[in-house]
């Protein structure tokens, strides 16, 4: 680069002085030119070009703080104590204690969410306690019409007792009770564990999220009921007299038996998780 200002400054100075030279020639008369002399000029020193710092282009260095690495997660057959750990920060050591099993936690609670679809959560893989007391009913004798079995024989009919929907507000306040922002950030930090557990229950792909994601809309989808809920009692357990909310899903009927109140305060929890996921 130093060259070539060099090679520029000297062009600009031989243009100058062709251009006074040639001014010259203009306007002064021109005269006998002289016998040529020969003088020996001396040599002009030598150019020594002038060293400069070049500049320093390279970046400062930086010492970057060392990343944080998460703990690493225990096998899943030792998950348990973290498992407990992470639900009692999250809703309260004591409700974790009195509804949440403490055995295979994250295996019982991926099963559970994963039969809410189903007909039935068989007990046997519930990873929360019912409620206390139990299913109040009373028994409706003036019904619009008479429901009879296959056999032709009327069945009794009862209708809900909304004391029942109390028994399910203290799941409903530790649902509220955990902030969605770090439910979701901690399911996520756990998530190869539930995902291990959902292969375990025969999805080789995996993909718990993606099926997180759908029962959550399931969910969402329950039909608002209030009002008086009809039932029959064919034989040990009751149903739902009216055959679209019968043919709902585990999960759904959960929601109606919560009652009107409870079921709005679950949906908009819900809601939020989803849009955090």
Request: proline share 10%.
């Amino acid at each position: 680069m130093k060259k070539w200002v060099i090679v520029i400054i000297l062009v600009l100075l031989g243009l100058c002085a062709w251009y006074l030279f040639n001014l010259q020639q203009d306007t002064v008369p021109e005269a006998p030119a002289p016998p040529p002399v020969a003088v020996e000029q001396p040599a002009p020193p030598p150019v020594v070009e002038e060293e400069t710092a070049e500049p320093d282009f390279t970046s400062p260095i930086v010492d970057e703080e060392p990343a944080i690495e998460a703990p690493a997660l225990p096998p899943l057959a030792e998950s348990d104590p973290v498992a407990v750990e992470t639900l009692s920060s999250l809703v309260g050591s004591e409700p974790v204690r009195q509804y949440v099993v403490s055995e295979a936690v994250i295996p019982r609670l991926v099963a559970t969410l994963d039969a809410l679809s189903g007909k039935q959560v068989p007990a046997a893989i519930k990873a929360v306690e019912g409620p206390a007391g139990t299913f109040q009913a009373t028994a409706n004798d003036d019904a619009a019409s008479v429901i009879r079995n296959a056999a032709g024989d009327p069945i009794p009919q009862y209708v809900v007792d909304p004391v029942n929907y109390r028994r399910y507000t203290p799941y409903v306040e530790m649902l509220e009770a955990a902030d969605t922002a770090a439910l979701v950030a901690s399911y996520r930090d756990h998530r190869p564990l539930f995902e291990e557990a959902f292969r375990q229950l025969g999805y080789p792909e995996g993909d718990f999220d993606q099926r997180l994601r759908a029962l959550i809309d399931e969910l969402l989808a329950t039909p608002d009921v209030s009002g008086t809920v009809r039932l029959i009692k064919p034989e040990a357990y009751y149903l739902y007299a009216d055959e679209e909310l019968e043919s709902l899903a585990a999960g759904q009927k959960i929601l109606l038996r919560m009652g009107p109140d409870n079921a709005a305060r679950v949906k908009a929890r819900l809601v939020a998780i989803r849009d955090a996921l």
